[in-house]
């Protein structure tokens, strides 16, 4: 992949696009945003978007569009059955992934929940490289399990390693014998895995884990709504794919794969979602699900509108310069944290630059939420929503005891083509400042605690009135700024 160098030698990621229609920010005084996050139960999830100044909480749905995508939505096509825009994006999604069939859904989750309902049986095991939110969800609402076999260096936060994504094929073949693969309906490989920092897998991996499954008759859900940064990792780092294009690496990519889904929120810089499949019964299992819980066949819940910016956008997937500028922003945010001495994870992965929580706030215990407390602290500091990645996304067992996650990151999303290098460069200042104040942030406790997926709704106070003291320190050091 070729790369514009400066004469000076900075290393300066540099953006292929220009910015055409912009939304106004607001940022909040200090004092404001510490009643806001108090409002708003001190978790990020429950904040209102006005009283944000960088969000940062998700790539989901908040990608910039392209001129094309919007141009696209235009002439979308509004009807109930049979509409033409369903059948552009049909054409382009069997065009990439190699497949022949495509069932539509309105988000990733809705084609976990699919999958779910239609494999999956009390007592089954899916083996998968790392979980997701709402996968393990679906998974466990029907009385699966999960069991999660990523290389045991994808779970350290600092590493060299650079495909941390990676399956350990030798945990694999245990987990086969032990479970046997009649009980194994089937296995989940995620690209760019979401919870551990956005860590790629590379295609060799893919390739040895699927013939491992297959040789035992076990079919690969391949995850593909972080596959864009995949590819560019893969393009750059995969010695064997660099003379490889973009759509070859995802055409081999998908060949091992036996399901492929996707949310659009993500893969397609758009809203909806989607399974492809070349088996004509993996398709008859799941079709009834469509227009049982999503919407007719030919658009899944999904706008028409939407559908004509997804395709769009998966086309553009394809386009080195398109799908570069998330990895690389990423990189230039963690290495100037790092220079500043803030733990992160490394190698810089996609979708955001996550920060080791853990070793940042060291003094909290895992119990008392340290990266949902960093989420708290780094809004209060600057206005920055994060999204807490650990222990409090975690569900308690069913015995009530809470599992401690293997990591305990705050996310910070870099929603593509959305920010400018001074945000960036504000939101490291901030941080940075934290970093130095660390000691003045405390732990949280619940307050509400939901039963499923506690991070969205769960609501939770600062043990101590820690807060008080940042926003105190905050005006010693900043005097009258934002
Ligand atoms: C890897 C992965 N899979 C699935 C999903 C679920 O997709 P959605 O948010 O569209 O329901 C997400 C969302 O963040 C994700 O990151």
């Not at 760019?192 to 859900?221: C, D, R, Y």
């Not at 996310?411 to 400018?420: E, G, I, K, Y």
């Not at 807060?467 to 009258?480: M, P, S, W, Y």
């Amino acid at each position: 992949m070729s790369e514009v160098k400066l004469y000076s030698g900075v290393k300066l990621p540099l953006e292929m696009h220009k910015v055409r229609v912009v939304q106004k920010l607001n940022l909040l005084p200090v004092e404001e945003r510490q009643k806001a996050m108090a409002a708003a139960g001190n978790n990020t999830f429950l904040l209102r978007n006005e009283d944000v100044y960088l969000d940062m909480l998700t790539d989901s749905g908040v990608n910039a569009m392209s001129d094309r995508q919007v141009a696209a939505m235009m002439v979308a096509d509004d009807s109930y059955a049979g509409s033409a825009t369903y059948y552009r994006l049909e054409q382009k999604v069997c065009e990439l992934f190699g497949t022949s069939y495509f069932l539509p859904a309105h988000q990733g989750r809705a084609c976990e929940s699919i999958l779910a309902e239609a494999f999956v049986k009390p007592g089954n095991v899916i083996p998968m490289n790392f979980h997701f939110t709402t996968s393990k969800a679906h998974i466990t609402r029907v009385g699966g399990r999960v069991e999660e076999l990523v290389i045991d260096e994808g779970l350290k936060p600092e590493s060299d390693c650079l495909f941390k994504g990676n399956i350990d094929l030798d945990k694999l073949r245990e987990c086969i014998a032990r479970n046997g693969a009649a009980n194994i309906p089937f296995i989940r490989l995620e690209a760019g895995t979401n919870l551990i920092g956005g860590q790629p897998f590379s295609l060799e991996n893919m390739t040895a884990t699927a013939k491992l499954a297959h040789e035992h008759g076990i079919p690969i859900v391949f995850d593909t709504s972080l596959l864009q940064d995949n590819l560019y990792f893969i393009k750059t780092r995969e010695a064997a794919c660099r003379d490889m294009s973009i759509r070859e690496i995802t055409r081999a990519l998908c060949e091992n794969a036996d399901i492929i889904y996707f949310s659009a929120r993500k893969l397609g810089f758009a809203r909806g979602g989607g399974i492809a499949m070349n088996s004509k019964e993996y398709y008859e299992r799941m079709k009834d699900f469509i227009p049982l819980f999503e919407g007719f066949l030919t658009y899944g819940g999904m706008s028409v509108r939407e559908m004509e910016a997804m395709t769009v956008g998966l086309d553009e997937t394809m386009d080195e310069t398109v799908i570069s500028q998330g990895p690389q922003f990423i990189e230039f945010m963690a290495n100037e944290l790092i220079k500043r001495g803030v733990p992160v994870v490394t190698p810089a992965g996609g979708l955001g630059c996550h920060v080791n929580a853990r070793k940042f706030l060291s003094h909290i215990d895992d119990h008392a939420y340290p990266a949902a407390a960093l989420a708290t602290a780094v809004y209060i500091a600057g206005g920055v929503r994060g999204m807490e990645r650990g222990t409090l996304s975690e569900q308690r067992e069913p015995d009530g005891t809470e599992p401690i996650a293997s990591m305990e990151l705050l996310r910070l999303a870099l929603p593509r083509r959305v920010f400018t290098m001074s945000q960036v460069l504000y939101a490291v200042d901030r941080i940075s400042w934290l970093y130095e104040n660390r000691k003045l942030v405390g732990g949280l406790n619940f307050v509400e605690e939901p039963a499923t997926l506690r991070f969205f709704f769960g609501r939770l106070e600062p043990i101590g009135n820690w807060q008080e003291k940042l926003v105190a320190k905050f005006r010693e050091d900043f005097g009258d700024s934002l």
